[in-house]
């Protein structure tokens, strides 16, 4: 017997299994980036001081610190993992939507198109991403310049970043967000594949099964579907 995955179903786990994978491999990136650097350095103090140490090690400490002291790689990669995890996320729905036929990418429309209710855990997860993870996404794309305090008209949004900060999710210095939780990042990612397989299953894109018997091809929606055909033999 063989699993068949909904292709959206598909497209749903191995986008998130990629962004999971590069969370993970973060490290060894880094330090990665860091040797090459040193690596680089090195060979420039090298070439310039021939045998004179001093001037091998003054150039050396000048070659590491032409990388700005305010650019943090870490910072630039989890800001940037955060904004690609909402995407993932807002992506996704918007698919959902449209393979629905329905004009509002959110978790209750999808859901209750289907005359169900998004509840429990899953409400929980779409509040959160929508009340919290959306406006910080929106203000480390379009704001993050150290204006976060001056805003005016989306105090809501502010308080609810705010949260984040007192959470140690993320910081706040002069104005501008730094995510300095990687943790928090999969946490994220982890309920938004939570979410977005539940609306799948609701839509109907369910994993299907196939089997050969008596010399013809047999597909079941659902592996209850095969259970229950075995009883009734």
Not at 37 to 64: H, N, R
Not at 77 to 101: D, H, P, T, W
Not at 122 to 133: C, E, P
Request: glycine share 4%; charged share 35%; with cysteine.
């Amino acid at each position: 017997m063989i699993a068949i995955n909904h292709p959206i179903k598909l497209l749903i786990t191995s986008q998130y299994d990629f962004l999971s994978s590069m969370l993970d491999r973060f490290p060894t990136l880094l330090e990665e980036w860091i040797k090459k650097q040193e690596e680089d350095a090195k060979k420039i103090a090298s070439e310039f001081a021939g045998d004179d140490d001093e001037v091998y090690w003054s150039t050396y400490s000048s070659e590491l610190s032409r990388v700005d002291p305010c650019y943090d790689e870490e910072q630039l990669f989890n800001q940037a993992m955060l904004i690609m995890v909402y995407s993932y996320y807002e992506s996704l729905l918007c698919r959902l939507a449209k393979e629905c036929e329905i004009k509002e990418a959110r978790p209750s429309a999808i859901a209750e198109k289907h005359g169900v209710k998004i509840d429990g855990e899953y409400l929980k997860i779409a509040t959160f991403i929508q009340t919290k993870v959306r406006p910080l996404r929106n203000q480390l794309c379009h704001n993050n310049n150290g204006t976060l305090f001056t805003k005016k008209g989306e105090k809501e949004d502010v308080d609810n970043i705010k949260i984040l900060i007192r959470n140690k999710y993320i910081a706040e210095e002069d104005g501008r967000l730094y995510v300095i939780n990687r943790d928090f990042i999969q946490k994220v990612l982890d309920g938004e594949y939570k979410l977005l397989i539940r609306l799948a299953d609701i839509c109907g894109f369910n994993t299907k099964w196939l089997t050969h018997k008596d010399g013809k091809r047999i597909i079941y929606n659902s592996y209850d579907e095969i259970k229950r055909e075995e009883k009734s033999e």
